[in-house]
């Protein structure tokens, strides 16, 4: 029997929004595992230590990298430069985004802040709605209509999501968004969920932005060669895919409309260099559950929490040989996800599954 | 009650540098006890998303909310990190005997 595809309304402005205030999954409670405070203070502590030398460690490689591009452009070797040179700009610049966004990177907060800033440029995120989109997102996580940071919805956009891996797709929106934010005004989503107080910082960093741009595509053309945008601004693009590749292990196929992170988040072990590129983001049930322990701890807190968790994925092969079949499913198939399991020292999962509802 | 002072906790409830939740009727509170040993009271909800503060972190006199990351000035309300943009309120506690005593009658921060 032929199954009609349902398209759910994503938008935050859209019928889900309020439909998901009256279904009680705004601004929800949501499940959290049973850890002693005692332990958990040990977890959430801040240091500066790790992530200054995880830091001068990325931008030491960004040189680098930078530099063998620099000596060996006009010959093939440049290629591999700037591919390695793109993942550490457009792809490891998000977890920096996020992990300063979240203020737990670094004890000092100026430190986060600093590496926020320069972060949300390399990665093409404005620091500020970025900043509350993402506060957003773990407010009401994967709750539709609530949720703008739903990477896939349903039914997935089978042949838009390869345009992510060089953010063919995100790009261009992230540009007109500047450009708004340059004459002052947000998008009718934007205002849902950023506060009018902080509407200036918007507007302020867009411009800015928009002056970094102007001078290096100037000097692009003073020089006559594309090398300047080769080092700042196309590298969000060229580089980005190893992000695009960690970042749909963390929600895609999984269930939406529910209050447990068990549900709707894939933690997935990742070998030491991912995990330093990733900032053990692969940890994402336990961030998603206790944001306030910092990335150098998920590790920690992943083991404090295995027992009443489902289990984790063992690489990126692992998670992918679920993620794929999932969204070919899904496309037509809207209402499938992937329904994980606990094992059984868990407690059970939070709540009832919400069936998905026609747009 | 005595002139809005209601007891909250014996002070040895509270480890230092950390916060405990307090309800009283129906309100709720938290109550922090920094590293040199004093106390201090706010509202229990942080004013961005009305989440318990008590199961956040405290780091010398900050709190942070444990869902966002918001952070507060506990020993003035002063909301310091976003998403938290709305102060909190702040109540006068003294110990006596090892008791802590909130003084819910009088409100020092109202700026919401």
């Not at chain 1, 102007?214 to 190893?242: D, E, K």
């Not at chain 1, 993620?323 to 992937?338: C, D, G, M, N, S």
């Not at chain 2, 000035?73 to 976003?82: I, S, W």
């Amino acid at each position: 029997m032929p199954v009609e595809s349902i398209k759910r309304d994503y938008s935050l402005i859209g019928v889900n929004s309020n439909l998901a205030e009256e279904r009680g999954l705004a601004s929800a409670h949501w499940y959290a595992a049973p850890i002693p405070r005692k332990r958990l203070k040990e977890l959430m502590q801040r240091r500066n230590g790790p992530a200054i030398f995880h830091t001068l460690l990325w931008f030491a490689l960004l040189i680098i990298t930078g530099g063998i591009g620099y000596y060996t452009w006009g010959t093939w070797w440049c290629v591999p430069a700037f591919m390695a040179y793109g993942v550490l700009y457009g792809s490891a610049s998000d977890s920096r985004w996020h992990e300063c966004g979240h203020g737990t990177a670094f004890k000092t907060p100026w430190m986060n802040d600093v590496v926020y800033q320069m972060a949300s440029f390399m990665i093409l995120r404005q620091p500020t709605p970025w900043r509350w989109s993402h506060t957003r997102h773990h407010t009401d996580t994967i709750i539709v209509g609530r949720d703008p940071e739903i990477a896939v919805p349903r039914p997935p956009d089978l042949w838009g999501i390869p345009l992510k891996f060089f953010g063919l797709k995100s790009g261009p929106i992230e540009y007109r968004k500047m450009i708004l934010h340059c004459f002052g005004k947000l998008a009718a989503e934007e205002k849902t969920f950023i506060p009018e107080g902080e509407h200036p910082k918007v507007f302020r960093v867009a411009r800015i932005w928009a002056v970094i741009y102007a001078a290096v595509i100037a000097l692009a053309i003073a020089r006559h060669t594309i090398m300047p945008l080769v080092y700042i601004g196309l590298p969000s693009f060229y580089g980005a895919w190893l992000m695009v590749i960690f970042g749909l292990t963390q929600h895609a196929g999984l269930a939406e409309d529910v209050l447990d992170h068990r549900l709707n988040c894939r933690t997935v072990y990742m070998n030491p260099i991912f995990r330093f590129l990733y900032w053990n983001m692969g940890y994402h049930v336990e961030h998603h559950m206790f944001p306030m322990v910092p990335y150098h701890a998920l590790p920690a807190l992943h083991e404090e929490m295995e027992a009443d968790s489902p289990r984790p994925y063992h690489g990126l092969w692992e998670a992918y040989r679920e993620i794929i079949p999932a969204l070919w499913r899904q496309a037509k198939e809207p209402t499938y996800f992937v329904q994980r399991q606990l094992p059984p020292s868990a407690a059970p999962f939070q709540a009832p599954l919400m069936k998905a509802d026609p747009a | 009650m005595n002139d809005g002072w209601i007891r909250a906790c014996d002070a040895g409830e509270i480890e230092r540098e950390d916060v405990i939740r307090f309800d009283y009727e129906d309100r709720t509170f938290a109550v922090y006890r920094t590293k040199d040993n004093r106390f201090y009271a706010t509202d229990g909800l942080c004013t961005h998303g009305r989440v318990h503060l008590a199961d956040g972190f405290v780091m010398d006199s900050i709190i942070e909310c444990p869902k966002h990351n918001g952070q507060f000035d506990f020993t003035t309300g002063r909301a310091k990190r976003t998403p938290a943009c709305v102060d909190l309120r702040i109540y006068p506690v003294k110990v006596e005997d090892d008791q802590v005593f909130i003084q819910i009658g009088n409100v020092e921060n109202c700026s919401l």
